[in-house]
């Protein structure tokens, strides 16, 4: 009889021992589904919050790019317009310099011939004295 008892000790314990092991895993499945939880709830929060500054800084770079092109935009019409301006009075200042080049340049054959005509009267002289 010994024996039996000692076998169903034996049993007792190891079923025992069994429940204690079930319910030990079932206690550390639900503190790692906590902590996978904590995680993801860590996790999500972290994802939203820098989704939020990468949203602000778009909206940052967005405006600040705007304001970029506006200012370009404005420089390039102050340089246009001064550009203008300057074509406006060079044109003002180039043009009767051009027109007096132009008589001066049309007047030059007319001065040039009547300077050579005694130079090329003497020439003649001589030329035909010597022949």
Same mark, same amino acid.
């Given at each position: 009889?010994? /024996?039996?008892?000692? +076998?169903? %000790? *034996?049993?007792?314990?190891?079923?025992?021992?069994? /429940?204690?092991?079930?319910?030990?895993?079932?206690?550390?499945?639900?503190? +790692? !589904?906590? $902590? =996978?939880? *904590?995680?993801?709830?860590? =996790?999500?929060?972290?994802?939203?919050?820098?989704?939020? &500054?990468?949203?602000?800084?778009?909206?940052? +770079? %967005?405006? &600040?790019? $705007? #304001?970029? $092109?506006?200012?370009?935009?404005?420089?390039?019409?102050?340089? /246009?317009? &001064?550009?203008?301006?300057?074509?406006?009075? +060079?044109?003002? $200042?180039?043009?009767?310099? =051009?027109? !007096?080049?132009?008589?001066? =340049?049309? #007047?030059?054959?007319?001065?040039?011939?009547?300077?050579?005509?005694? /130079?090329?009267?003497?020439? &003649?002289?001589?030329?035909?004295?010597? *022949?």
């Amino acid at each position: 009889m010994d /024996v039996r008892k000692s +076998l169903t %000790d *034996a049993g007792y314990i190891t079923v025992g021992l069994g /429940v204690m092991g079930y319910q030990q895993a079932q206690a550390r499945g639900r503190q +790692l !589904h906590d $902590r =996978v939880q *904590a995680t993801g709830d860590c =996790v999500a929060g972290r994802a939203r919050a820098l989704q939020d &500054r990468a949203a602000s800084r778009g909206r940052s +770079l %967005d405006t &600040r790019a $705007r #304001e970029a $092109r506006e200012r370009a935009e404005g420089t390039v019409t102050q340089t /246009v317009s &001064r550009v203008q301006d300057i074509a406006s009075e +060079l044109t003002t $200042r180039v043009e009767p310099v =051009v027109v !007096h080049v132009q008589a001066t =340049v049309g #007047e030059l054959p007319e001065r040039v011939a009547s300077a050579i005509e005694p /130079v090329a009267a003497r020439v &003649r002289e001589r030329f035909t004295s010597a *022949a």
